[in-house]
């Protein structure tokens, strides 16, 4: 199809930028699609970053900016239990259904491994001792959030 052009992301919460998103295309190309938002979600700091989790530390920033504003923020938390949430948005025939994907962890005090992207360095998954950028990409991909959503979405055709 070769479109590359951006879709707009203007929502206030990841169900709402899935939704643009796959609307988007839905309306441009009348085809069956799916567009997903993710965000990591923070207990202690009532769901930020959230759906800002790209430009939490602003509209310029940096994933290793954005890390550094979100330990700023939580350096005196006891309560860091957060979640990387991922909400997919399937349009076909026209009607969009929405489904879910959730890993629970917390975040720790400082970045830990070079692996992964994002707010990796920072989020333990709940169950294992390491962070995301300490697993290989496989590990990580077992367990993701986006996977969790996929899998969910699978079920509708099976």
């Known amino acids: 199809m070769g479109f590359t052009a951006e879709i707009p992301e203007t929502g206030l919460t990841l169900e709402e930028n899935a939704l643009q998103k796959a609307l988007f295309i839905w309306n441009t190309f009348h085809l069956p699609c799916f567009a997903d938002d993710t965000g990591l979600e923070v207990d202690g700091l009532d769901g930020a970053p959230g759906v800002f989790s790209a430009r939490y530390a ?66 333990r998954p709940e169950g294992y001792d390491t962070s995301f950028a300490q697993m290989t990409e496989k590990e990580k991909n077992h367990i993701s959030h986006r996977k969790r959503a996929l899998e969910i979405m699978a079920l509708q055709f099976t």
């Not at 006891?78 to 969009?96: H, M, S, Y």
């Not at 489904?99 to 962890?105: N, Y």
């Not at 400082?110 to 692996?115: A, D, K, L, M, N």
């Open 58 to 123: 602003g509209p310029s920033c940096t994933p290793a900016d954005n890390v550094r504003k979100l330990l700023e923020e939580m350096k005196d938390m006891k309560d860091r239990t957060a979640r990387f949430r991922c909400v997919i948005a399937l349009i076909r025939r026209g009607e969009p259904v929405l489904f879910q994907g959730i890993v629970q962890g917390s975040i720790l005090y400082e970045p830990v491994g070079t692996g992964g992207f994002g707010y990796d360095p920072v989020f």
